[in-house]
C-alpha cells in the first residue's frame, strides 16, 4: 500500500507537471478524483476493508494526499487561467470581423424555387449538354438550315457549322422529346451562350428555364393555366398578367406572357420602359414540325413549351444592377 500511494503520487506530480492546458487539469482532476471512477477516491472507498491498524495509517496518508493534489492542480488551474489573460499576444477586447459564411448563388435560388414549383405539378427536372449539335439546337426545333434564326452572328461555334455552345434551352426540349414517350412533363434550367458584346444587362452566357409538356388533349388552356400559376408564385397572388401573340419558330401558335409592371403598376416608369408591362416569358404550343422531327406522332399527340430568361429576374429579385457583378465571383449581398 505504501509502494501504491507513493506510485500514485510521482504519477500525479509528473502528470501535473506536464500539463500546460486548463482542459489537461480538468482532466487530471477527473482521473483522480471523480467520485465514481477516481483513482484516489477508490481507494477511500476502499479503506474500511483493511484491518483497523492499517485504517489508522492509511485513512489520513490518503486524505493527505487527496487534499493535497486538490489544492495543487487548483493552483496550477488558476496560474494558466491568469497567464491567459496576462499574454500581451492575446487582446480580448479586440472585436473580430463577422465571417462571410458561404451561400447558394442567387441564380441557384431561384432555379431551385422554380423546380420546386414545376415539381409540385409533376415535372421532371432535366439538363442537357451545353456544348450542343445544330441537328438538336436548330434542326429539331424546327428552324432549317436556311432559317434566318441559325444564321445569326450570335452563335459561338466551336466547330462551324455543326457543333456549338448551346445558344438556348430549346436544344434540351429537342433531347427530351426526342428521347423519351409522352406523356412527357419536363422543366429544365440551363447555362446558354450568345457571340455579345458584354455590357450591364448582356453577358455572353445566361440562364434559361424551359419546359415543355406532351399529352394526348394538351391544349392552350392548359398552358394558360400553368403560367397564371406559375407567375402567382412567382410574383404573388395579385399579379396581373396577359397573353400575346408571338412568333417563335418551334411553336404554333406562339404565346409571349406579360406582367403589370411591379415598379409602377402600370403607369410606365423607366424599368418598364414606359410600357407598363414587363415581359416574362415566351410559350406556344409545340409545331407539328416540332413533334414530327423528334419522333412523336403529331395526330396523336399534342403539347406545349415555355421558356424564359432567368437573369433579369435575378437581378431584380436581389437588386443586383449589373450582370457582370451577378457573375463576377465577387457578389456580396444580405
Ligand atoms: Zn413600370
Redesign the pocket.
Known amino acids: 500500500m505504501d509502494k501504491e500511494i507513493q506510485q500514485i503520487r510521482d504519477d500525479l506530480a509528473n502528470k501535473l507537471e506536464n500539463a500546460f492546458s486548463v482542459d489537461k487539469i480538468d482532466q487530471l482532476y477527473l482521473q483522480y478524483f471523480s467520485k465514481k471512477h477516481g483513482i484516489i477516491t477508490q481507494l477511500i472507498k476502499d479503506l474500511p476493508k483493511l484491518a483497523t491498524d492499517q485504517k489508522k495509517i492509511y485513512g489520513p496518508a490518503l486524505n493527505t494526499l487527496q487534499d493535497e493534489f486538490k489544492q495543487k492542480l487548483d493552483e496550477k488551474k488558476k496560474k494558466l487561467i491568469q497567464n491567459s489573460i496576462e499574454d500581451p499576444s492575446i487582446d480580448l477586447t479586440y472585436a473580430e470581423k463577422p465571417l462571410n459564411s458561404g451561400m447558394l448563388h442567387p441564380t441557384t435560388q431561384v432555379i431551385r424555387e422554380m423546380n420546386t414549383f414545376f415539381r409540385y405539378y409533376g415535372f421532371s427536372i432535366a439538363e442537357g449538354p451545353e456544348i450542343e449539335t445544330a441537328e438538336y439546337n436548330f434542326r429539331k426545333l424546327n428552324l432549317p438550315e436556311d432559317h434566318p434564326a441559325t444564321d445569326l452572328q450570335d452563335t459561338l461555334f466551336i466547330k462551324e457549322p455543326d457543333i456549338l455552345l448551346t445558344t438556348h434551352a430549346s436544344s434540351v426540349e429537342a433531347r427530351v422529346l426526342t428521347d423519351y414517350d409522352p406523356p412527357i412533363r419536363v422543366a429544365f434550367p440551363g447555362k446558354v451562350f450568345r457571340n455579345e458584346t458584354v455590357n450591364t444587362t448582356n453577358g455572353s452566357f445566361f440562364h434559361h428555364y424551359q419546359g415543355v409538356v406532351v399529352d394526348k388533349g394538351t391544349t392552350i388552356q392548359n398552358l394558360k393555366a400553368t403560367l397564371t400559376d406559375f407567375h402567382k408564385f412567382l410574383f404573388g397572388d395579385d399579379v396581373v398578367i396577359r397573353f400575346r401573340y408571338k412568333y417563335y419558330p418551334e411553336v404554333s401558335p406562339g404565346m409571349g406572357t406579360d406582367m403589370i409592371?411591379q415598379?409602377?403598376g402600370g403607369n410606365?416608369?423607366n424599368?418598364?420602359k414606359q410600357r407598363?408591362w414587363i415581359e416574362v416569358l415566351g410559350s406556344g404550343m409545340i409545331h407539328y414540325n416540332t413533334l414530327k422531327m423528334c419522333g412523336i406522332d403529331p395526330e396523336e399527340y399534342t403539347g406545349f413549351a415555355f421558356g424564359m430568361g432567368l437573369d433579369r429576374l435575378v437581378m431584380q429579385k436581389f437588386n443586383i444592377p449589373d450582370i457582370r457583378k451577378l457573375y463576377g465571383g465577387g457578389i456580396v449581398y444580405a
Open positions: 409592371c415598379f409602377c410606365g416608369c424599368v418598364c407598363g
